[in-house]
């Protein structure tokens, strides 16, 4: 059983939006922060946003700040990711991660977001 | 936010030692003992290698060991063998915020 499964990656115009999923399955997804981290093609894991348990507190790298938001409902076992004014740069597969402990684990097998005209 | 400083490569023979250093600042790896590692297939999602500093997870080999001296942390792999030819990434928690590094490529020749 695969714990973390991504989905709503896809191509999208520059300044387009686009919604990504996480179906958590396996693990007590209630109790873990979850995260949003990128791969850009060939290039290394950059953080961009986390959410408490309970979806009361989030944060952002700067780079994302104001165009995207994270969401949760523990209720149906799911991260969401809404990302708005997309740009080129956004362009990287998406891992969703748990986190419990400072550690992230699960991971996803990520979902391919392209921004391109 | 600036990522972790970590080589781009490293390599060595299979039964062989190499370390992996991952190079932060006094607000992230100096600051918090939260560094973790990640090994990278190709195609594949991040796995844990490290937690904590010097944790392993259950499953992971003991070959796999690492420290942390003032803002820098070091992966050794110990007996290196073919597959784990792979990236490996540090990761630290820094003031509510996470950063990674930028990888580094092991190659075993």
């Known amino acids: 059983e695969v714990p973390l499964v991504e989905s709503g990656g896809g191509l999208v115009q520059p300044g387009g939006s686009l919604r990504l999923s996480c179906a958590a399955s396996?693990?007590?997804?209630?109790?873990?922060?979850m995260h949003w981290v990128r791969q850009a093609p060939g290039k290394g894991l950059v953080w961009v946003s986390r959410?408490?348990?309970?979806?009361?507190?989030?944060s952002y790298a700067d780079s994302v700040k104001g165009r995207f938001t994270i969401s949760r409902d523990n209720a149906k076992n799911s991260l969401y990711l809404q990302m708005n004014s997309l740009r080129a740069e956004d362009t990287a597969v998406y891992y969703c991660g748990g986190n419990s402990d400072y550690r992230f684990d699960p991971w996803g097998q990520g979902t391919l977001v392209t921004v391109s005209s | 936010q600036s990522a972790l400083t970590q080589p781009a490569s490293v390599s060595g023979s299979p039964g062989q030692s190499i370390t992996i250093s991952c190079t932060g600042t006094s607000s992230d790896i100096g600051l918090y003992n939260y560094v973790s590692w990640y090994q990278q297939h190709p195609g594949k999602a991040p796995k844990l290698m490290i937690y904590h500093v010097s944790s392993r997870p259950s499953g992971v080999s003991d070959r796999f060991s690492a420290s942390k001296s003032g803002n820098t942390a070091s992966l050794t792999i110990s007996g290196l063998q073919a597959e784990d030819e792979a990236d490996y990434f540090c990761?630290?928690?820094?003031?509510?915020?996470?950063?990674f590094g930028g990888g580094t490529k092991l190659t075993v020749l």
């Open positions: 396996g693990f007590t997804f209630s109790t873990y922060w």
């Open positions: 959410i408490n348990s309970d979806g009361s507190s989030a």
């Open positions: 990761s630290s928690y820094t003031r509510t915020l996470w950063v």
